[in-house]
């Protein structure tokens, strides 16, 4: 009942910037903690970023200081700011929720992803 449509990836040189919007719909009470996973080839998928309804932040030591995650509730929706992207930041990103429906009083919902490529 809940559906993830990630946006906003694309091919940038290192140092560069991309934001990423996940917008989620569907039969959604409310949405509770959103994230961000990406995985690179050969690699497994992980954690990047984590906020709560309440806005209450979690990331990955990999992306302090360079990474901002936020949502708009009103809008169900969640981004991720990626500034000073590294070559190592390539992968592909996917967006991630719990969410109570009509249905569920609570499950893990998860996008297709979208590509972030970070390349000279």
């Known amino acids: 009942q809940v559906q993830l449509v990630e946006s906003g990836g694309g091919l940038v040189q290192p140092g560069g910037s991309l934001r990423l919007s996940c917008a989620a719909s569907?039969?959604?009470?409310?949405?509770?903690?959103m994230g961000w996973y990406r995985q690179a080839p050969g690699k497994q998928r992980e954690l990047v970023a984590t906020i709560t309804r309440g806005a209450i932040t979690n990331y990955a030591d990999s992306v302090k200081g360079r990474f901002t995650i936020s949502r708009d509730n009103a809008k169900d929706t969640v981004y991720l700011q990626m500034n000073s992207l590294k070559p190592e930041d390539t992968a592909v990103y996917y967006c991630n929720c719990d969410a109570e429906t009509v249905r569920m009083p609570s499950a893990n919902y998860w996008g297709q992803g979208t590509q972030v490529t970070v390349s000279s």
């Open positions: 569907g039969s959604i009470f409310r949405l509770y903690t």
